[in-house]
């Protein structure tokens, strides 16, 4: 069994940057492939970056140069850094865990970037 909680979303300004944390009640990230999700509302959730088991990273092509996944085994902890964000950034932003027995979610995150 996981559990993440997301940290670090709220209300920036178009340019800001943020950064989000996910941590995890244990470290899975040998089990698991680790990403962040975001979703508005009527909209898919898609994908923004992702690390898979074999630590290979990717992100979306919206978010290429801007956005930078990493994480940290020591603390159990999936970080999300967001610069230059945009109004279309707007979103709640979820840690995921997947590709193991189950699929884990956090509860999510508000990122507001104002216009």
């Known amino acids: 069994q996981v559990q993440l909680v997301e940290s670090g979303g709220g209300l920036v300004q178009p340019g800001g940057s943020l950064r989000l944390s996910c941590a995890a009640s244990?470290?899975?990230?040998?089990?698991?492939?680790m990403g962040w999700y975001r979703q508005v509302p009527g909209k898919q959730r898609e994908l923004v970056a992702g690390?898979?088991?074999?630590?290979?990273?990717n992100y979306a092509d919206s978010v290429k140069g801007r956005f930078t996944i990493s994480r940290d085994n020591a603390k159990n902890t999936l970080y999300l850094q967001m610069n230059s964000l945009k109004p279309e950034d707007t979103a709640v932003y979820y840690c995921?865990?997947?590709?193991?027995?189950?699929?884990?979610w956090g509860q999510g995150t508000q990122v507001t970037v104002s216009s």
């Open positions: 995921n865990a997947g590709g193991g027995p189950y699929d884990y």
């Open positions: 244990r470290n899975i990230f040998s089990f698991y492939a």
């Open positions: 690390i898979a088991k074999s630590g290979r990273i």
